[in-house]
């Protein structure tokens, strides 16, 4: 095989960007040794930076899923916890695919150990972590989205044991006034 030779110093010349070197020596000495747009970064960063306690996953699902409620999370849960949630006259009623995943994403023992040891300020937490903190002042909150999700499946289901009670009535009405099974049971006994 040939050797090739690879001359950096030509490379690194023809394209990389030209530096003041003495402005961003400067830049880097006053900042404490950052340079000047990661200095603004990381101070924006270190003043906004939001503290998640459950997982990325959940963080994403649960994100997704409360921006569909378009109002604060501090709202959000007050109206969850409310009997109006799921009221039938409500605008914004819960599906049952909703709750699902609400309850899909729910905390695990652990995260939800760390959440309701978390004493911070629940401002600096991000949406997720906030909503699941929020959620876990009420102790029964699982039991009451249960109890949401089993509402909101309630007609459906009602509706398909209508149908087949619906059908079932009409096979016996059928079976009683049957001329056929009523000469069947005369010859029988």
Same mark, same amino acid.
């Given at each position: 095989?040939?050797?090739?030779? =690879?001359? +950096? ?5 023809? $394209? ?5 070197? *003495? ?10 040794? =950052?340079?000047?747009? #990661? +200095? ?23 994100? &997704?899923?409360?921006?569909? $409620?378009?109002? !604060? =999370? ?32 729910? !905390? ?13 300020? !629940?401002?600096?937490?991000? @949406?997720?972590?906030? +909503? ?8 029964? $909150?699982?039991?009451?989205?249960? @109890? ?8 459906? *289901? @009602?509706?398909? =044991? ?11 009405? #059928? ?8 000469? &069947? ?5």
């Amino acid at each position: 095989g040939e050797n090739l030779e =690879v001359d +950096f110093e030509q490379l690194e010349e023809l $394209f990389s960007v030209p530096v003041d070197r *003495q402005a961003a020596n400067d830049s880097r000495r006053l900042n404490g040794g =950052v340079s000047g747009v #990661d +200095f603004h970064r990381r101070r924006s960063s270190d003043r906004n930076q939001e503290i998640a306690l459950l997982d990325q996953r959940k963080c994403l699902s649960l994100s &997704i899923l409360l921006r569909q $409620f378009r109002q !604060p =999370v501090e709202h959000t849960v007050a109206w969850l916890l409310s009997s109006r949630s799921q009221d039938e006259n409500s605008d914004n009623q819960l599906t049952a695919n909703q709750l699902k995943e609400l309850l899909k994403n729910l !905390p695990d023992s652990n995260e939800l150990d760390r959440i309701t040891g978390y004493h911070g300020d !629940p401002e600096r937490l991000d @949406m997720a972590s906030k +909503f699941v903190y929020l959620l876990a002042q009420n102790k029964h $909150f699982a039991s009451h989205l249960e @109890m949401l999700l089993t509402r909101a499946e309630y007609q459906a *289901q @009602m509706d398909d =044991v209508l149908i087949n009670l619906d059908s079932v009535i009409d096979t016996c009405k #059928d079976i009683l006034h049957s001329q056929s099974l009523r000469d &069947i049971l005369h010859l029988i006994l």
